[in-house]
């Protein structure tokens, strides 16, 4: 049976001014009425009911997400006291999972991307259920690039698996590549990005993780033994892990692992910039709320109430929240933390953050 | 005895998106707490008390000219049905300010620049006041360039006048130059600003007026006739007077004109990149409000509440307003209005106007 296991313990400012302290990216409106967790879990719908889906989040986040998730009360909601990186937090999904279904088959994905197409990404994730139910493989969605990003990781395909179409073992993990190399990749056509979307049998995962990881397996089964997953227990689970992603730790690190090539739009929105490439673009400006743009061509324009009106500057991000506004080169958007910083150190700054 | 005639008909859309329809630059606070007229009358008032002080304003405009000058019940406001440039409004009040005084000198102002050493300015009033009391001249103030704008007319000195520092006969009035002119006129110290304030007698006034603007002299001596200045008066006159500037109408045609070398810091605040001459630049960012500013030299950032954060945007203009948020380069500061007719003819659009 399949579960599903949001990982919505991002933090980050890169989306500054809208993200602060307390609401990270998969708690934004970015790209329409929802948060991002929220277009996640009603994604995951058709496939999984919300009885078995769980959320991974920051302890002080629980209350985002269910303000984020309207219906969520029959969401599982893991609070994590500190963040340990993915591997812990799969781990700790995989225990609630696995808990009264043997057989549980996890969908692991990240609460705060953006997709494009979400039948295809429903079909890609029930292919490769499908295959780990049988197997002992762990499997992950590869998505077919569009573009030669340096700032993914990516998977390498190897043989194709039986003949079900666009299902692969995956030859290694490659870290995020220069840009000679990702033109490669995007030209060679063996390699997909790796969107940190997993599905793999309770079971197989476990295993790989006492082999792989014993120093999340260990503690894993001491909270397996404690019987509980509340706070106190969970505060004993992290406070005896090292911090650590699950592409690292285990997957890398595995020996037998599948994909699924998924041939649907994606993106990670790592800042600002990124909306250019999913926000609507009338006459080329790139707009959300209301805006008006003269000889701005490829400007990225988001409004939550004011007009924003920009003049001769092609390619500007211009963000406006009732309280800030953030103007900024596309090409510089990761360099929005810059003034998340100068905002940490200014008398006062803090009311910004 | 010295009268104030304050020209503030003024309309205009050049600081959009602070200067809606209704708010022309005069009633702005740009610079401070207070608009620009009211630290006009201010700056005015060592010298003339509001008693002899004259407003002269749109007739739709008198309510901001009331809400600008707390203090404004002794001031004269004369409301004009439409606006005919400066001729019919200067008239207008030599009329008022003489008619109990018919030794009336008259201190002509526009309502709406910017004076950086309000007691040079003072001072240099006072003295065409002194000379324009014992003369039949007309007299302005020279201001003294400290650039080559090409923007501004420019007045070419003649001889001195008796013994009195700074005074100077005009020979003779010149349009706005183009650069290389502008920069000999820089050069060659022979050359004021013209500033559009004027010093004279009443007498003097309409005795040139009537000279070399009859088109305007009749009908301001029906209006004298009527022996009112309601507002089915100045319908009457505004109906009868051509739309005429009184540089071009009077000043430039007279025989005798004097100037007053005004030897402190001037702008006419054309747009918002004139704030860069006026606005304190703390680490070369010119700012007013909550800002914050990386790699953005030069820059101007206006906040009326947000914060205003810009990084890798030398030169950028970023104003914010309660509902609007505009960004431009400084160069192109005098494209406001087409931000501005865009909003004419989009659907909703006069909201912001």
Do not use: C
């Not at 997953?229 to 592409?247: E, G």
Request: hydrophobic letters at 45%.
């Amino acid at each position: 049976v399949l579960h599903a296991v949001i990982l919505a313990g991002g933090r980050g400012e890169r989306f500054w001014p809208l993200s602060r302290s307390g609401r990270a990216k998969q708690f934004l409106s970015l790209l329409g009425p929802e948060t991002l967790l929220a277009r996640t879990a009603a994604r995951l719908r058709p496939l999984v009911p919300l009885e078995r889906t769980i959320v991974v989040t920051g302890r002080d986040q629980e209350p985002l997400v269910r303000e984020s998730l309207s219906d969520a009360a029959p969401v599982r909601i893991l609070g994590e006291p500190k963040g340990r990186n993915t591997a812990p937090a799969v781990a700790l999904g995989a225990l609630a999972a696995g808990r009264n279904d043997p057989d549980a088959v996890l969908l692991v994905v990240p609460s705060d991307a953006w997709v494009g197409d979400d039948a295809a990404y429903r079909a890609a994730l029930e292919t490769a259920a499908r295959h780990a139910a049988a197997s002992e493989a762990l499997g992950t969605i590869g998505i077919v690039p569009s573009r030669p990003e340096t700032g993914y990781g990516y998977l390498e395909l190897g043989a194709p698996i039986d003949a079900t179409p666009g299902l692969h073992v995956v030859d290694r993990f490659v870290e995020k590549p220069d840009a000679a190399t990702a033109a490669a990749y995007l030209a060679g056509g063996r390699h997909l990005w790796n969107g940190g979307i997993f599905v793999m049998r309770v079971a197989a995962f476990r295993s790989a993780l006492e082999r792989h990881l014993p120093e999340v397996a260990g503690p894993l089964a001491a909270l397996e033994a404690d019987g509980t997953l509340d706070a106190a227990a969970l505060d004993r689970f992290y406070a005896a892990v090292p911090s650590i992603s699950i592409d690292y730790g285990v997957m890398e690190r595995a020996e037998q692992v599948f994909t699924v090539r998924g041939a649907f739009p994606w993106d990670d929105l790592g800042s600002w910039s990124a909306l250019a490439r999913v926000l609507p673009a009338p006459d080329g400006v790139h707009e959300r709320g209301e805006t008006l743009a003269l000889d701005s061509e490829g400007a990225i324009l988001y409004s939550e109430g004011s007009l924003v009106a920009v003049l001769g500057l092609p390619g500007v991000i211009v963000v406006q929240t009732p309280d800030a506004v953030l103007a900024l080169p596309a090409e510089r958007a990761q360099e929005v933390r810059r003034i998340v910083e100068a905002l940490r150190t200014r008398p006062g700054g803090e009311r910004w953050l």
